[in-house]
T-cell receptor
Protein backbone atom coordinates (compact mmCIF):
# COMPACT_ATOMS: atom_id res chain seq x y z
CA UNK A 1 0.00 0.00 0.00
CA UNK A 2 1.25 3.46 -0.86
CA UNK A 3 1.43 6.10 1.79
CA UNK A 4 3.42 8.31 4.10
CA UNK A 5 5.03 7.05 7.27
CA UNK A 6 6.32 9.17 10.11
CA UNK A 7 8.38 8.02 13.03
CA UNK A 8 8.46 8.00 15.91
CA UNK A 9 4.86 8.58 16.98
CA UNK A 10 6.05 10.30 20.17
CA UNK A 11 9.41 11.97 20.71
CA UNK A 12 10.87 13.51 23.82
CA UNK A 13 13.51 16.21 23.68
CA UNK A 14 15.80 17.39 26.44
CA UNK A 15 17.01 20.95 26.76
CA UNK A 16 19.72 21.80 24.24
CA UNK A 17 19.19 18.63 22.25
CA UNK A 18 18.62 18.31 18.51
CA UNK A 19 16.07 15.70 17.44
CA UNK A 20 15.19 14.37 14.01
CA UNK A 21 11.73 13.39 12.81
CA UNK A 22 11.49 10.89 9.99
CA UNK A 23 9.17 11.14 6.99
CA UNK A 24 9.11 8.55 4.21
CA UNK A 25 6.73 8.24 1.25
CA UNK A 26 6.33 5.55 -1.39
CA UNK A 27 3.86 7.48 -3.53
CA UNK A 28 6.54 8.60 -6.00
CA UNK A 29 5.65 12.22 -5.20
CA UNK A 30 8.08 14.99 -6.08
CA UNK A 31 6.95 17.53 -3.47
CA UNK A 32 7.13 17.11 0.29
CA UNK A 33 6.20 19.39 3.19
CA UNK A 34 6.54 19.78 6.94
CA UNK A 35 3.84 21.42 9.03
CA UNK A 36 3.54 22.25 12.68
CA UNK A 37 0.19 22.05 14.50
CA UNK A 38 -0.41 23.66 17.87
CA UNK A 39 -3.51 22.92 19.98
CA UNK A 40 -6.64 24.57 18.63
CA UNK A 41 -4.81 26.01 15.65
CA UNK A 42 -4.42 25.30 12.00
CA UNK A 43 -1.26 24.03 10.37
CA UNK A 44 1.72 26.23 9.66
CA UNK A 45 4.31 25.45 7.00
CA UNK A 46 7.89 24.90 8.22
CA UNK A 47 9.76 23.77 5.09
CA UNK A 48 8.91 22.37 1.69
CA UNK A 49 10.76 20.65 -1.12
CA UNK A 50 9.62 20.50 -4.72
CA UNK A 51 12.38 18.22 -5.90
CA UNK A 52 15.34 16.19 -4.65
CA UNK A 53 18.29 18.25 -3.37
CA UNK A 54 16.20 21.40 -3.17
CA UNK A 55 14.09 22.82 -0.33
CA UNK A 56 12.68 26.19 0.72
CA UNK A 57 11.75 27.85 3.99
CA UNK A 58 8.11 28.09 4.87
CA UNK A 59 6.50 30.54 7.26
CA UNK A 60 8.10 29.34 10.51
CA UNK A 61 11.48 27.84 9.54
CA UNK A 62 13.56 29.33 12.38
CA UNK A 63 14.98 26.62 14.65
CA UNK A 64 14.38 23.84 12.10
CA UNK A 65 16.43 22.24 9.34
CA UNK A 66 15.70 19.69 6.61
CA UNK A 67 17.40 17.67 3.92
CA UNK A 68 16.14 16.04 0.73
CA UNK A 69 18.78 13.62 -0.46
CA UNK A 70 16.29 11.04 -1.71
CA UNK A 71 12.91 11.43 -3.33
CA UNK A 72 11.26 9.22 -0.72
CA UNK A 73 12.65 10.89 2.38
CA UNK A 74 12.36 14.37 3.94
CA UNK A 75 13.64 14.35 7.54
CA UNK A 76 13.10 17.34 9.82
CA UNK A 77 15.57 18.29 12.55
CA UNK A 78 14.31 20.36 15.45
CA UNK A 79 17.38 22.17 16.74
CA UNK A 80 18.12 23.59 20.17
CA UNK A 81 17.46 27.03 18.67
CA UNK A 82 13.74 26.21 18.55
CA UNK A 83 12.66 27.45 21.96
CA UNK A 84 9.10 26.19 21.89
CA UNK A 85 9.19 22.86 20.06
CA UNK A 86 6.27 21.14 21.76
CA UNK A 87 3.74 20.50 18.97
CA UNK A 88 2.31 17.92 16.60
CA UNK A 89 4.41 17.67 13.42
CA UNK A 90 2.86 16.57 10.16
CA UNK A 91 4.61 15.59 6.96
CA UNK A 92 2.82 15.71 3.63
CA UNK A 93 3.54 15.04 -0.02
CA UNK A 94 2.00 15.81 -3.40
CA UNK A 95 2.67 14.76 -6.97
CA UNK A 96 4.07 18.19 -7.74
CA UNK A 97 3.88 21.67 -6.28
CA UNK A 98 0.85 22.84 -8.27
CA UNK A 99 -2.07 24.65 -6.74
CA UNK A 100 -4.72 22.10 -7.69
CA UNK A 101 -2.84 19.10 -6.34
CA UNK A 102 -3.88 17.30 -3.21
CA UNK A 103 -1.42 17.04 -0.35
CA UNK A 104 -1.45 13.68 1.43
CA UNK A 105 -0.53 13.61 5.09
CA UNK A 106 1.28 11.18 7.33
CA UNK A 107 0.03 10.19 10.82
CA UNK A 108 2.18 12.77 12.61
CA UNK A 109 4.82 12.89 15.36
CA UNK A 110 4.09 14.47 18.71
CA UNK A 111 7.16 16.17 20.15
CA UNK A 112 7.33 16.86 23.88
CA UNK A 113 10.02 18.64 25.87
CA UNK A 114 11.28 17.01 29.08
CA UNK B 1 -2.52 38.30 2.26
CA UNK B 2 -4.51 35.17 1.63
CA UNK B 3 -6.43 33.75 4.56
CA UNK B 4 -9.13 31.29 5.61
CA UNK B 5 -11.72 31.87 8.32
CA UNK B 6 -13.76 29.06 9.83
CA UNK B 7 -16.56 29.11 12.33
CA UNK B 8 -15.38 28.45 15.85
CA UNK B 9 -16.24 25.19 17.48
CA UNK B 10 -17.03 22.98 19.03
CA UNK B 11 -20.13 22.16 17.07
CA UNK B 12 -22.27 19.65 18.95
CA UNK B 13 -25.04 17.80 17.12
CA UNK B 14 -27.26 14.81 17.66
CA UNK B 15 -26.96 11.86 15.29
CA UNK B 16 -28.84 12.37 11.99
CA UNK B 17 -28.83 16.17 12.36
CA UNK B 18 -27.89 18.48 9.47
CA UNK B 19 -24.36 19.86 9.53
CA UNK B 20 -23.01 23.16 8.23
CA UNK B 21 -19.48 24.35 8.93
CA UNK B 22 -18.86 27.80 7.51
CA UNK B 23 -15.65 28.69 5.69
CA UNK B 24 -14.84 31.98 4.00
CA UNK B 25 -11.61 32.99 2.34
CA UNK B 26 -9.60 35.96 1.15
CA UNK B 27 -7.43 35.37 -1.87
CA UNK B 28 -6.16 36.86 -5.07
CA UNK B 29 -6.67 34.94 -8.26
CA UNK B 30 -8.47 31.62 -8.36
CA UNK B 31 -7.26 29.33 -5.58
CA UNK B 32 -8.28 25.72 -5.19
CA UNK B 33 -10.24 25.01 -2.00
CA UNK B 34 -10.05 21.94 0.22
CA UNK B 35 -11.69 20.37 3.26
CA UNK B 36 -9.54 18.08 5.37
CA UNK B 37 -10.65 15.98 8.35
CA UNK B 38 -8.50 15.02 11.35
CA UNK B 39 -9.53 12.21 13.69
CA UNK B 40 -8.06 12.20 17.22
CA UNK B 41 -4.31 11.60 17.29
CA UNK B 42 -4.06 11.20 13.52
CA UNK B 43 -2.89 13.15 10.49
CA UNK B 44 -5.16 14.96 8.07
CA UNK B 45 -7.19 13.23 5.37
CA UNK B 46 -8.56 14.97 2.31
CA UNK B 47 -12.34 15.03 2.50
CA UNK B 48 -13.14 16.93 -0.70
CA UNK B 49 -11.86 19.70 -2.94
CA UNK B 50 -12.95 22.14 -5.64
CA UNK B 51 -10.63 23.76 -8.16
CA UNK B 52 -12.80 26.43 -9.79
CA UNK B 53 -15.83 28.59 -9.16
CA UNK B 54 -19.20 26.78 -8.91
CA UNK B 55 -17.49 23.39 -8.58
CA UNK B 56 -19.06 21.12 -5.98
CA UNK B 57 -16.82 18.72 -4.12
CA UNK B 58 -18.42 15.70 -2.48
CA UNK B 59 -17.35 12.62 -0.56
CA UNK B 60 -18.91 10.32 2.07
CA UNK B 61 -22.11 12.38 2.14
CA UNK B 62 -20.25 15.68 2.67
CA UNK B 63 -20.55 18.47 0.11
CA UNK B 64 -19.11 21.94 -0.42
CA UNK B 65 -19.61 24.39 -3.29
CA UNK B 66 -16.96 26.91 -4.39
CA UNK B 67 -18.80 30.25 -4.29
CA UNK B 68 -16.61 32.99 -5.70
CA UNK B 69 -19.27 35.69 -5.35
CA UNK B 70 -19.43 35.14 -1.58
CA UNK B 71 -15.83 33.83 -1.21
CA UNK B 72 -17.17 30.82 0.66
CA UNK B 73 -16.76 27.04 0.73
CA UNK B 74 -19.17 25.86 3.42
CA UNK B 75 -19.16 22.18 4.36
CA UNK B 76 -22.53 20.40 4.63
CA UNK B 77 -23.85 16.95 5.41
CA UNK B 78 -27.48 15.99 5.52
CA UNK B 79 -27.30 13.43 8.34
CA UNK B 80 -24.26 13.17 10.61
CA UNK B 81 -23.11 10.04 12.39
CA UNK B 82 -21.16 9.55 15.60
CA UNK B 83 -18.21 8.45 13.47
CA UNK B 84 -18.09 11.94 11.88
CA UNK B 85 -16.80 13.37 15.17
CA UNK B 86 -13.47 14.96 14.27
CA UNK B 87 -11.81 18.29 13.53
CA UNK B 88 -12.49 19.75 10.09
CA UNK B 89 -10.06 22.12 8.35
CA UNK B 90 -10.81 24.38 5.43
CA UNK B 91 -7.78 25.28 3.29
CA UNK B 92 -6.86 27.13 0.12
CA UNK B 93 -3.88 26.88 -2.18
CA UNK B 94 -1.84 30.03 -2.32
CA UNK B 95 0.86 30.84 -4.87
CA UNK B 96 4.33 31.66 -3.58
CA UNK B 97 6.95 33.92 -5.14
CA UNK B 98 8.85 30.94 -6.54
CA UNK B 99 5.69 29.76 -8.36
CA UNK B 100 5.16 26.90 -5.94
CA UNK B 101 1.95 26.66 -3.94
CA UNK B 102 1.27 26.23 -0.26
CA UNK B 103 -1.86 25.40 1.66
CA UNK B 104 -3.26 28.02 4.01
CA UNK B 105 -5.41 26.42 6.70
CA UNK B 106 -8.21 27.71 8.83
CA UNK B 107 -7.99 27.12 12.56
CA UNK B 108 -10.22 24.04 12.42
CA UNK B 109 -13.73 23.30 13.69
CA UNK B 110 -14.29 20.47 16.12
CA UNK B 111 -17.48 18.46 15.51
CA UNK B 112 -18.96 16.29 18.23
CA UNK B 113 -21.88 14.05 17.32
CA UNK B 114 -23.86 12.51 20.16
CA UNK B 115 -25.85 9.27 19.82
Amino acid sequence: DGGITQSPKYLFRKEGQNVTLSCEQNLNHDAMYWYRQDPGQGLRLIYYSQIVNDFQKGDIAEGYSVSREKKESFPLTVTSAQKNPTAFYLCASSIGGGGRETQYFGPGTRLLVL
Amino acid sequence: GNSVTQMEGPVTLSEEAFLTINCTYTATGYPSLFWYVQYPGEGLQLLLKATKADDKGSNKGFEATYRKETTSFHLEKGSVQVSDSAVYFCALSSARMDSSYKLIFGSGTRLLVRP
